[in-house]
């Protein structure tokens, strides 16, 4: 389905996660639309299921999961546009399960994953640090230079497509010239 995407000549700006579901959508059905926004959907419906978790062991209403499950705009983005990061509300529901049920190791794990699915966690690094302590930090770490070493060929082209986007692409272009 190369030929439908826009920039087709930019190098990819999806993390190393996306790109494994994309590759496992591509395994499962070459080319189908359906199943990678199938896979996308799992992953918000895990991530549900992790919230859901979560609120039930802090003795919270888990009915109030409804109101993020048919929230429409997530329907629209993941499950109509099969937006990629339904697979960071997956890893960071199953960071904050972690947390609040105290598995460090587990909480590490998953918070490398929440990287490797998009940058942006990034900035929870020191929060979750506190929690698990600096030993079990190093596995955050791990996991995110496993996640990394396929594309290690890429040298400097890494994230040449995210550059590139950074500073050319426009939302709104009245205000992104001002």
């Not at 490797?116 to 640090?129: G, Q």
């Not at 426009?170 to 992104?176: C, D, K, L, S």
Request: proline share 4%; hydrophobic share 55%; aromatic share 14%.
């Amino acid at each position: 389905i190369r030929e439908n995407i826009n920039y087709s000549d930019v190098t990819t700006i999806y993390s190393p996660l996306a790109q494994f579901v994309f590759l496992l959508s591509h395994a499962i059905a070459p080319g189908s639309v359906l199943v990678m926004k199938s896979l996308l959907v799992i992953c918000e419906l895990i991530g549900i299921l992790f919230l859901a978790l979560s609120l039930k062991k802090l003795e919270l209403p888990v009915a109030g999961i409804i109101l993020y499950a048919w929230n429409p705009l997530m329907i629209k983005v993941f499950a109509g546009s099969g937006h990629a990061d339904s697979i960071l509300v997956m890893t960071l529901c199953a960071t904050a399960y972690f947390v609040i049920n105290e598995m460090k190791s587990m909480t590490a794990i998953a918070f490398g994953l929440a990287i490797l699915s998009k940058i942006s966690p990034i900035f929870l690094v020191p929060f979750i640090v506190r929690r698990v302590g600096w030993l079990r930090s190093c596995f955050i770490g791990f996991v995110v230079f496993l996640g990394y070493l396929p594309f290690v060929d890429a040298g400097q082209n890494l994230f040449a497509g995210f550059l590139k986007f950074a500073r050319e692409w426009q939302f709104n272009p009245g205000i992104y010239a001002f």
